[in-house]
């Protein structure tokens, strides 16, 4: 009790008053006050699952949001998301499968939000050809593991996530137990083969699964619910997928992984999901977007 009445006494002595994004006041716990604070905390304070430093830092910015104070990095989420659903997104579970071009911008999108847990696996290496596209793929990172890039990236951008990459392609067996604990199943992987097992773990985890795929300048984003038909189930995984033949430009890419993110922070915050049986089609070349029931 000591350890969590100082805790609470160090963060109200050390926030301010700072604006909202709306122009209302707010109290707001300065980014360098929670590193200090979460070193003080110390090993021993810090127990629990994940890596020491991650459980420190978002115990900080718990204890904080539920002392009605804004961790300063989190500010510009405020309004968009309450109080209240900015400390769900800390203490959320996001099991994720693929980290190239749609789960490595979905991945620093979730990471920047504050999801606190990600659990996220892919077997893959960067090649050049991922250069156009994915984001976590530079010139420095060719033939190294999509896992490793995908974990340093998270820790440069919000070492308070606690994220634990799997450098393995999954069979379904392995998704099975990959999705254990987790609220919610992204769908970032490429082609069709792998899609139709994560859907069927996925509705035997009984959580919702967020899925998107690109082609050319075109692509989508669905939710499935538990037991609900998805995309996968009309694509099937068999054949060639259509990214193959047109192609994975950056900019479609990046607007399925950002509507993938969209509809993760909505579900994982406690709202609804809003493309629960439907996909969210779009064209960038003809710059349309067409909602079509599943």
């Given amino acids: ?39 003080g905390l110390g090993r021993t304070a810090a127990r629990g699952k ?8 978002a115990r900080v910015e718990l204890a904080a949001l539920e002392l009605g104070i804004v961790p300063e990095r989190y500010l510009r989420n405020i309004c968009t998301y309450s109080l209240a659903e900015q400390a769900r997104l800390l203490g959320s579970r996001l099991a994720m499968v693929g980290l190239g071009g749609l789960g490595g911008q979905a991945l620093e999108l ?24 994915q984001i976590l793929c530079t010139s420095r990172s060719i033939n190294g593991y999509k896992a490793a890039a995908a974990a340093a990236r998270v820790r440069l951008l919000n070492p308070a996530v606690d994220f634990e990459p799997v450098a393995a392609f999954l069979d379904e067996g392995l998704m099975a ?6 609220d919610l199943a992204l ?23 967020v899925t998107a795929a690109v082609a050319g ?22 054949g060639a997928a259509a990214e193959d033949t047109l192609g994975t430009p950056a900019p479609a890419v990046a607007t399925a992984a950002a509507l993938m993110a969209a509809e993760a922070l909505n579900i994982l915050c406690g709202r609804k999901p809003s493309l629960a049986g439907a996909m969210l089609v779009f064209d960038l070349e003809g710059m349309s977007f067409e909602r079509v029931g599943l």
Avoid at 50 to 57: I, K, M, T, V
Avoid at 110 to 133: K, M, W, Y
């Fill in 1 to 39: 009790m000591p350890l969590v009445m100082d805790l609470d006494e160090g963060i109200r002595a050390r926030s301010r008053m700072d604006a909202r994004p709306d122009g209302c006041q707010c109290q707001v716990l300065p980014y360098f006050a929670v590193l200090d604070l979460a070193r």
């Fill in 50 to 57: 994940g890596r020491p430093r991650s459980r420190a830092l």
């Fill in 110 to 133: 979730l990471a920047r939000a504050g999801v606190g847990h990600i659990h996220a696996a892919d077997g893959d290496e960067f090649q050049p050809s991922n250069l156009n596209r």
């Fill in 177 to 182: 137990r990959f999705l254990v604990g987790a």
């Fill in 187 to 209: 769908d970032a992987l490429g082609g069709l083969t792998d899609r139709p097992a994560l859907l069927r773990q996925a509705a035997a985890a009984g959580i919702p699964l």
């Fill in 217 to 238: 300048q075109a692509g989508f984003v669905a939710t499935v619910l538990p037991g609900a038909s998805g995309p996968a189930n009309i694509f099937g995984a068999d």
